[in-house]
């Protein structure tokens, strides 16, 4: 199917590459149906998490990797049961980005992971109950700084 | 702020309708029962926090040049 998207014009994509949310992604309730879209420019630890539903509604997904290496939260059994369908580990995480005009102030959720099982295109936003920040600074401090 | 010291299986009101019960401590966790009308709204602040976010996140600018820097961070010698 053809779907609009907000930073790529008209992309097509295959039913089997819609990943559905679970739970929402908290504020946006609505929209359940989304597709990952990366560019090969950029490479695959930042992704554009569009929505099928509306062309204008896309988030960057960004690997927490990029942010801290020891970054692992745990998926709890309550949240595998409902990813999970074949009960293979393909869990996928990423945290939301936020990047003003002054991207310099970027942050992404470190709190709040979008977990996707890529074998049962299920996903869901997490609030961990971990200690992790809300908003921690997406560069590390002095890079792409004056 | 008021700060109330309260033992568990203990309770406070607020105004007439709203219950708060201490319910259980272990370790650095507090179980905490509210008892309130159907209509009011009971959020985790890091629920609201993490909407505020999604919400700014939504609007972000895409900067292709900035992605880019952060998506190869050393690659330049």
Same mark, same amino acid.
């Given at each position: 199917?053809?779907?609009?998207?907000?930073?790529?014009?008209?992309?097509?994509?295959?039913?089997? %590459?819609?990943?559905?949310?679970?739970?929402?992604?908290?504020?946006?309730?609505?929209?359940?149906?989304?597709?990952?879209?990366s560019?090969?420019?950029?490479?695959?630890?930042?992704?554009?998490?569009q929505?099928?539903?509306?062309? +204008?509604?896309?988030?960057?997904?960004?690997?927490?990797?990029?942010?801290?290496?020891?970054?692992?939260?745990?998926?709890? +059994?309550?949240?595998?049961k409902?990813?999970?369908?074949?009960?293979?580990?393909?869990?996928?995480?990423?945290?939301?980005?936020?990047?003003?005009?002054?991207?310099?102030?970027?942050?992404?959720?470190?709190k709040?992971?979008?977990?996707?099982?890529m074998?049962?295109?299920?996903? %869901?936003?997490?609030?961990?109950?971990?200690?992790?920040?809300?908003? %921690?600074?997406?560069?590390? %401090?002095?890079?792409?700084?004056? | 702020?008021?700060?109330?010291?309260?033992?568990? !299986?203990?309770?406070f #009101?607020? &105004?007439? &309708?709203?219950? =708060?019960?201490?319910?259980? =401590?272990? !370790?650095?966790?507090?179980?905490? !029962?509210?008892?309130?009308?159907?209509?009011?709204?009971?959020?985790?602040?890091e629920?609201?926090?993490?909407?505020?976010? &999604?919400?700014i996140?939504?609007?972000?600018?895409?900067?292709?040049?900035?992605?880019?820097?952060?998506?190869?961070?050393?690659? #330049?010698?």
């Open positions: 199917m053809k779907i609009k998207t907000r930073d790529f014009g008209e992309i097509s994509v295959s039913p089997d %590459a819609i990943i559905r949310f679970k739970l929402p992604i908290y504020g946006f309730e609505q929209y359940t149906d989304f597709t990952l879209i560019d090969p420019n950029i490479g695959g630890s930042i992704v554009w998490l929505s099928v539903q509306d062309p +204008d509604l896309c988030f960057i997904l960004v690997d927490p990797k990029l942010v801290s290496e020891e970054y692992s939260p745990k998926l709890s +059994d309550d949240m595998e409902l990813l999970r369908s074949k009960g293979i580990n393909e869990t996928e995480i990423w945290v939301i980005a936020v990047i003003p005009q002054e991207f310099r102030k970027s942050t992404v959720n470190l709040s992971p979008i977990m996707i099982d074998s049962s295109k299920s996903a %869901a936003q997490i609030i961990l109950d971990e200690d992790y920040p809300i908003r %921690a600074p997406l560069l590390p %401090a002095g890079k792409g700084r004056d | 702020m008021l700060i109330l010291s309260r033992k568990p !299986g203990q309770s #009101k607020i &105004n007439d &309708n709203i219950s =708060i019960t201490i319910v259980d =401590i272990s !370790g650095d966790k507090v179980k905490i !029962g509210i008892d309130a009308p159907k209509e009011m709204k009971v959020l985790r602040s629920l609201i926090d993490t909407m505020e976010q &999604n919400k996140a939504a609007v972000s600018v895409t900067d292709r040049q900035f992605l880019e820097m952060l998506a190869k961070p050393k690659q #330049k010698p």
